[in-house]
């Protein structure tokens, strides 16, 4: 119980700090608040349409990489939506990542009893995961040629970047080729690793590679223009540079999620890139505001659509076991049945 208690009450000590903190040196409220009432709310439709088709082309990205990494039959381009937008929903409204697993789990159901499924699956989130590293590259490349880069945030780009590619590094080295791996005789960890790796397996189909690239870089594209789209529904007529360095900035602040959306932390990092274009900290503190409700209002609707669809509810998202748990337990189980039935002496 205590194990419980005692991170809740420090989290509601920190958020309550930060929040008073927040009130008394931060923007003035009513002028956020005046902010909304000149709101164009077409705009923000259209953002919230362009935001529906980068989930849907990230989720076409992912469905490529799982087709590389299992063999027929696959999931359905339902079944990979499906569970794409469930886990969006679970990393909007729980704390750390547990939408990557979440996703995972709502998709290895869609296979039975398959052996080695849940720790392939974890591979190819990972390996989408590294695949953003391509249009991350191609958005700072841009920012920094375009946009109008504040000299505090610099450091941070190169940290991001520097991390992006170590992982694609680890991604490639652990890539295994689909079917060239002999499970048998394996203990049930080291059997794991084995299907976690063969996940990766796209690292070494270059087709594959490039179409779920394309998916990704479709799908950046596609949020570029609704980060674009809603600054003109708040009022921010700056050009599409200082709309790629919010999207950029904003990425960065959400990389760690300390606590469910970084919310404060997202409004600040969209807010003080735009100080460098004029745009008043009211505005841009409305703004990230709004910004950040298009996006969980786009994740976490789409995501309660598919996860009453799946006939799951939040309280089974909260009891999804930790990354590799229910894998692990499986290939126990199968390893010792394994052992029960071999012959004395048989090799």
């Known amino acids: 119980m205590k194990r419980r208690v005692l991170p809740i009450v420090v989290a509601v000590a920190f958020l309550a700090g930060a929040g008073v903190l927040i009130w008394l040196h931060g923007p003035n409220w009513s002028l956020v608040a005046s902010a909304f009432d000149s709101v164009v709310w077409w705009w923000i439709v259209v953002a919230l349409a362009l935001n529906l088709l980068s989930i849907i082309a990230r989720a076409l990205a992912w469905k490529t990489v799982i087709?590389?990494?299992?063999?027929?039959?696959?999931?359905?381009?339902?079944?990979v939506i499906s569970a794409f937008s469930v886990g969006l929903f679970g990393n909007a409204v729980l704390p750390g990542r547990i939408g990557e697993v979440a996703r995972v789990a709502v998709l290895t159901r869609r296979f039975g009893k398959r052996k080695g499924v849940w720790a392939t699956l974890l591979g190819t989130v990972f390996a989408h995961r590294v695949f953003d590293l391509f249009p991350v590259l191609a958005l700072i490349a841009f920012v920094f040629a375009t946009a109008k880069l504040p000299s505090w945030a610099g450091l941070t780009v190169v940290l991001f970047v520097i991390v992006g590619v170590a992982l694609l590094a680890i991604a490639v080295l652990s890539a295994r080729r689909r079917g060239h791996s002999a499970l048998d005789g394996l203990g049930p960890v080291r059997r794991l690793m084995v299907m976690a790796r063969q996940g990766l397996s796209v690292m070494h189909e270059p087709l594959a590679a490039a179409i779920a690239i394309a998916f990704q870089f479709t799908g950046w594209a596609l949020q570029l223009l609704?980060?674009?789209?809603?600054?003109?529904?708040?009022?921010?007529?700056?050009?599409?540079?200082?709309?790629?360095?919010?999207?950029?900035?904003?990425?960065?602040?959400?990389?760690?999620?300390?606590?469910?959306?970084?919310?404060?932390?997202?409004?600040?990092?969209?807010?003080?890139?735009?100080?460098?274009?004029?745009?008043?900290?009211?505005?841009?503190v409305a703004f990230g505001i709004?910004?950040?409700?298009?996006?969980?209002?786009?994740g976490i609707g789409i995501g309660m659509v598919f996860l009453a669809r799946e006939g799951l509810t939040y309280a089974t998202l909260r009891e999804i076991p930790e990354p590799g748990e229910a894998g692990l337990e499986d290939e126990r189980k199968r390893h010792r049945l394994r052992v029960k039935t071999r012959r004395p002496g048989s090799e």
């Open 226 to 284: 609704a980060v674009y789209t809603a600054m003109r529904g708040f009022g921010i007529h700056s050009p599409l540079p200082a709309a790629a360095l919010v999207l950029l900035l904003m990425n960065v602040a959400i990389l760690f999620p300390l606590w469910p959306g970084n919310v404060g932390l997202y409004q600040a990092a969209v807010a003080a890139p735009l100080l460098s274009y004029g745009v008043a900290t009211t505005r841009g």
């Open 290 to 298: 709004g910004l950040q409700a298009i996006e969980s209002s786009v």
């Open 67 to 79: 087709d590389q990494a299992l063999d027929p039959p696959r999931a359905g381009y339902r079944a």
